[in-house]
């Protein structure tokens, strides 16, 4: 069975630059859609923030976070990257990486969820 695991949280300051990534196993990596949701406190809903087609060619992007943040992959280490920058408190979330076949616009419906990484932005 895929599994996907995140990794690089972490606290930062306002303004600041954080980079997470997430591998996967178990699966076909290069031939999945991949992206990333965030849920920013419990029991809100998982909010998309970016997502990225198998070839690394097409991207998607929340509008909240479009300009700030990128989304990258690496096919030969079944890893997908997002890199935030110009950090803001209202990007403080767990975020999570997901895989899916459907398509570039991935949903709550994804085929396969990692554990999700604690990113905290201070003011």
């Known amino acids: 069975q895929g599994q996907l695991v995140e990794s690089g949280g972490g606290l930062v300051q306002a303004g600041g630059s954080l980079s997470v990534s997430c591998t996967a196993s178990?699966?076909?990596?290069?031939?999945?859609?991949m992206g990333w949701f965030r849920r920013q406190a419990p029991g809100k809903e998982r909010e998309f923030v970016a997502?990225?087609?198998?070839?690394?060619?097409?991207?998607s992007y929340a509008d909240s976070v479009k300009g700030r943040f990128t989304i990258s992959r690496d096919n030969a280490k079944n890893t997908v990257y997002l890199q935030m920058d110009s950090l803001k408190p209202e990007d403080t979330a767990v975020y999570y990486c997901?895989?899916?076949?459907?398509?570039?616009?991935?949903?709550?419906?994804?085929?396969?969820w990692g554990q999700g990484t604690q990113v905290t932005v201070s003011s």
């Open positions: 997901a895989a899916d076949l459907s398509g570039l616009r991935l949903s709550s419906a994804s085929a396969y």
């Open positions: 178990g699966l076909r990596f290069s031939i999945y859609y």
């Open positions: 997502a990225l087609s198998p070839d690394g060619g097409r991207t």
